[in-house]
């Protein structure tokens, strides 16, 4: 690597200038839990110093902002208005938060998130342009003085019912479909991707388990690679949670071998009807958890303004703020990693089938791939965190949401439940029609 111009932000890491992306995070995490402010209390600077080093990790976490980093130091970030902080779209933050790239040849890139931000601004449209001509509407209700006109004032009032009540247009179903079809698509690469990725995994544990010397050193290989892998936010949940779907899959499979297909029908039947049962638990948990994040968010906004108008808070105030950010944290972890937890465990599932289900190879083959599953799955779910990178990985992923639910509160788009139990309904058809063709 060159010489780089100034090293101030790795300085503040305590990285070398050529760390790679892993060593910055360990070194973020680390450092983080040392000058949080919560753990500082005495330190009057300790705010300053915990946002400098955010901007610091923020920078260099980023190849194409470390690079001018690199080239031009601090002065030449501040100097470069495309480098400054923008709010983070949802696939990112979720990519960010549960797993990162450590993930994506497991997981891939989490989408559920995204699809549903997407059919919401659709659906968004017409209630922003319904506000507008609300507002327009009240300007016009008022005669002269102020006066209300109680008849525009009634017929203003049916006009919004009727706008309200009133179906899907045709253009708006047309794109609502478009999405979906997009999204479907996108799925199928993916889980066929993720497919690929997997079958390198069992055909490599496959080559080594005769020989005790190239197993060892195929275990060291992805113990090494599930070190990396738990130190991520939600890592070692993941781990776990990928780790028993291949257990299961695996053990699903090799029952019905035995039987000859005859558990498949009740284990495909029970499989599906957990999965629409457990999707519907997950998604209603996201649901209440986003109610309560609306509420606190309206709370923050009233501190806020009270704030602005210069009335300080008493010292009772900011308890109840402070509380009141820790739970938006809390509330806003539970609907990310609901949502999380249901896509992840639907596209993993689907793999290990397309994996398992194989039609074009022989039973004997399936056996050996399930087989190699049954070992991949409980080598994650055997790996551990310390006690230390528990606490480093439960501070990160507070931050991130504590970062995530300011920039949300503002301007948010979000799915009512309306919109959640059809996104259910689709993926639940999606399923039905994927195991009548297995």
């Given amino acids: 690597m060159g010489k780089v111009k100034d090293t101030t932000y790795y300085d503040i890491l305590e990285v070398d200038v050529d760390a790679t992306d892993v060593e910055l995070k360990k070194a973020y995490r680390k450092r983080a839990i040392k000058l949080h402010p919560d753990k500082n209390p005495n330190d009057p600077t300790a705010s300053e110093k915990f946002q400098e080093l955010g901007e610091a990790y923020r920078i260099l976490s980023d190849p194409d902002s470390r690079a001018i980093y690199d080239e031009f130091g601090v002065e030449g970030m501040k100097e470069n208005p495309n480098l400054q902080q923008a709010d983070m779209d949802p696939n990112e933050f979720f990519t960010m938060v549960f797993g990162g ?166 284990t495909g039947v029970k499989a599906k009807s957990d999965s629409v049962r457990n999707g519907y638990a997950i998604l209603k948990t996201a649901l209440d958890a986003q109610s309560s994040i609306e509420q606190m968010v309206k709370e923050h906004e009233r501190f806020e303004t009270l704030q602005a108008a210069g009335i300080q808070p008493t010292p009772q105030e900011l308890a109840a703020e402070a509380e009141n950010q820790r739970l938006i944290m809390g509330k806003f972890l539970a609907t990310a990693w609901a949502s999380t937890k249901f896509e ?57 949401a504590e970062a995530k639910a300011k920039k949300s509160s503002k301007h948010r788009k979000q799915m009512n439940n309306k919109e959640m139990e059809e996104y259910m309904e689709r993926m639940a058809a999606e399923h039905a029609q994927e195991e009548e063709r297995v």
């Fill in 101 to 266: 790239d450590a993930f994506k040849d497991y997981i891939g890139e989490l989408s559920m998130m995204n699809d549903l931000t997407k059919a919401a601004e659709v659906m968004d449209n017409d209630d922003s342009e319904l506000s507008e001509s609300t507002n327009s509407m009240h300007l016009s209700e008022s005669g002269p003085g102020g006066a209300s006109n109680n008849s525009n004032n009634n017929l203003s009032t049916e006009e919004i019912k009727r706008r309200k009540g009133k179906k899907m247009t045709k253009e708006k179903r047309e794109e609502i479909m478009r999405l979906q079809e997009e999204s479907k698509q996108v799925r199928i690469k993916r889980i066929e991707d993720l497919s690929r990725e997997l079958l390198i995994k069992i055909e490599n544990y496959e080559t080594a388990k005769h020989n005790k010397e190239a197993l060892a050193a195929f275990t060291r290989k992805l113990e090494t690679e599930f070190e990396d892998m738990k130190i991520e936010s939600f890592g070692i949940q993941l781990l776990h949670l990928i780790g028993k779907i291949y257990v299961e899959q695996a053990h699903a499979a090799i029952a019905s071998s035995r039987t000859f297909g005859v558990s498949k029908i009740f």
């Fill in 344 to 400: 992840v465990t639907d596209v993993v599932t689907k793999v290990c089938q397309t994996v398992l289900r194989d039609r074009n190879i022989s039973r004997k083959e399936r056996l050996s791939r399930a087989d190699a599953l049954v070992w991949l799955g409980k080598e994650m779910e055997k790996t551990r965190r310390s006690p230390q990178e528990e606490e480093e990985a439960r501070m990160f992923e507070e931050l991130m």
